[in-house]
């Protein structure tokens, strides 16, 4: 088992700043490729971003590439996601999430989750 707990959500306004952390506990951190969903009311959760579990490969969705970077500090057990530029489509619950299938984009390569955070972009 691997328990996720998202942190750093908040409002902000358009074009600021935002770092969201994710802390693990449980199984071996560097194990698990980790990554960002986002879930906007009335509408699907989809990916953010994603990163290998040494930190060397990352992915992210277009929508937010230039924008947001995934980090990772395995020696603290937590995963990061710093977002700037932020618009008011932004605006989700962030959710962080852990597997060991790869980069993936989907829910469903994902094995555990955190209870998300919510970020509101106010314009």
């Known amino acids: 088992q691997v328990q996720l707990v998202e942190s750093g959500g908040g409002l902000v306004q358009a074009g600021g700043s935002l770092r969201l952390s994710c802390a693990a506990s449980?199984?071996?951190?560097?194990?698990?490729?980790m990554g960002w969903f986002r879930q906007a009311p009335g509408k699907e959760r989809e990916f953010v971003a994603a990163?290998?579990?040494?930190?060397?490969?990352?992915r992210y969705a277009d929508s937010v590439k230039g924008r947001f970077t995934i980090s990772r500090d395995n020696a603290k057990n937590t995963v990061y996601l710093q977002m700037n530029s932020l618009r008011s489509e932004d605006t989700a619950v962030y959710y962080c999430?852990?597997?060991?299938?790869?980069?993936?984009?989907?829910?469903?390569?994902?094995?555990?989750w955190g209870q998300g955070t919510q970020v509101t972009v106010s314009s």
């Open positions: 449980g199984r071996t951190f560097s194990n698990y490729y």
């Open positions: 990163l290998s579990g040494g930190g060397g490969r990352t």
């Open positions: 999430a852990a597997g060991q299938l790869g980069l993936g984009t989907k829910s469903w390569e994902y094995d555990y």
